[in-house]
């Protein structure tokens, strides 16, 4: 991965499915602009052709062929909207990104290194946010969704928490700043500390 020699700051907000990522994004969205922090936010797969491509196909395929997908749309997306944004020194906020990968392609028993060297050429976030939440309660958020992906389906939280502890491993490996965030009823809270971890970008 290279690192980001714009002027802006890539954040990436990952975590497994129903444990609470776009709830905690709204928020953030909300407290960043009271602060009147130029912020850009987006996220994958991303709402051009190829990403909504990638979504439809990805519920009745797996393995290689989507996480070349996935890639091609990430790489897309960089072109499109993270690097021209990053050049206007905005902060970039993408609800999943690299980590995302190392997750969901991992559980269509892709290996790490196939992963990685997909996206060996993307740009790397500065700020990677790791959220968690307890196995359980992510459960029973799912159980109020309307539907589910398949990924979402026959309880995998558990194996999505594992594959994102071996990729936050990776990530660090590789340099990359990454913050932990549990996602426990102090919503506010949990905003602000994401918000601090921008600030001391």
Same mark, same amino acid.
């Given at each position: 991965?290279? $690192? ?9 907000? #990952? ?29 994958? /797969? ?9 979504? =439809?196909?990805? =519920? ?12 091609? #749309?990430?790489y897309q997306h960089l072109q499109d909207?993270?690097? /021209? *944004?990053? =050049?206007?020194?905005? +902060?970039?906020?993408? #609800? %999943? ?7 969901? *392609? ?16 993307? +740009?790397? /976030? #500065?700020?990677? +946010? ?8 992510? *459960?029973? %958020?799912?159980? =109020? ?20 502890? $071996? ?16 996602n426990d009823d102090d919503l506010k ?13």
């Amino acid at each position: 991965m290279n $690192r980001n020699v714009y002027n802006g700051k890539l954040v990436a907000i #990952d975590g497994p499915n129903g444990v609470g990522k776009t709830t905690i994004i709204q928020e953030l969205k909300k407290e960043l602009e009271k602060r009147e922090i130029d912020t850009y936010f987006t996220k994958e /797969p991303t709402g051009n052709e190829l990403g909504c491509f990638v979504r =439809e196909y990805a =519920e009745k395929s797996k393995g290689i062929s989507i996480a070349c997908l996935v890639a091609a #749309d990430r790489y897309q997306h960089l072109q499109d909207e993270i690097i /021209p *944004q990053l =050049e206007k020194g905005k +902060i970039v906020i993408t #609800d %999943r990104y690299i980590l995302s990968s190392l997750i969901l *392609q991992r559980m269509d028993e892709v290996s790490e290194e196939f992963i990685m060297e997909l996206n060996n050429e993307i +740009i790397q /976030p #500065d700020l990677q +946010i790791a959220v968690f939440a307890d196995s359980q309660i992510i *459960q029973s %958020r799912l159980k =109020e969704r309307d539907s589910l992906t398949r990924f979402e389906k026959d309880n995998k939280t558990n194996i999505e928490l594992k594959y994102m502890e $071996r990729g936050i491993q990776i990530l660090q490996e590789k340099g990359i700043n990454v913050f932990k965030l549990v996602n426990d009823d102090d919503l506010k809270g949990n905003v602000f500390r994401v918000i601090q971890e921008i600030i001391n970008l």
